[in-house]
């Protein structure tokens, strides 16, 4: 499982661009909503992320996505789940994968 983080302030493109590859490309991914399922980009579009923070589970993680923007970033900074995510994967092997203003 892929997972893609995304919090209010997320750049648009640095998380449905990859979000479209991986799908695509038949690797297993959802995206996981850091301040509710319904969030905003950066530039006002508002998506619904397949799942929320709390339904994540670490099961079969391969890979977590961290996408930029401002101040999406600061956001999944602040989010103690994506932190827990992060920590499991580098512990695990698993990839971390931050784009733009998201390995701050």
């Known amino acids: ?3 893609i983080f995304l919090a209010d302030g997320f750049e648009e493109c640095e998380a449905l661009v ?3 590859i991986l799908r695509r490309g038949g690797i297993e991914v959802s995206t996981v909503g ?3 399922k319904s969030v905003t980009g950066a530039h006002g579009i508002t998506v619904t992320a397949d799942i929320d923070s709390e339904e994540a589970v670490t099961d079969n993680l391969k890979a977590v996505v961290l996408p930029g923007g401002m101040p999406g970033t600061l956001n999944l900074e602040k989010s103690e789940t994506v932190q827990k995510f992060i920590d499991f994967a ?3 092997g698993a990839l971390i994968c931050a784009i733009c203003a998201a390995p701050s």
């Open 1 to 3: 499982m892929v997972y």
């Open 90 to 92: 580098a512990d695990k």
């Open 34 to 36: 850091v301040t509710g």
């Open 18 to 20: 990859p979000l479209d």
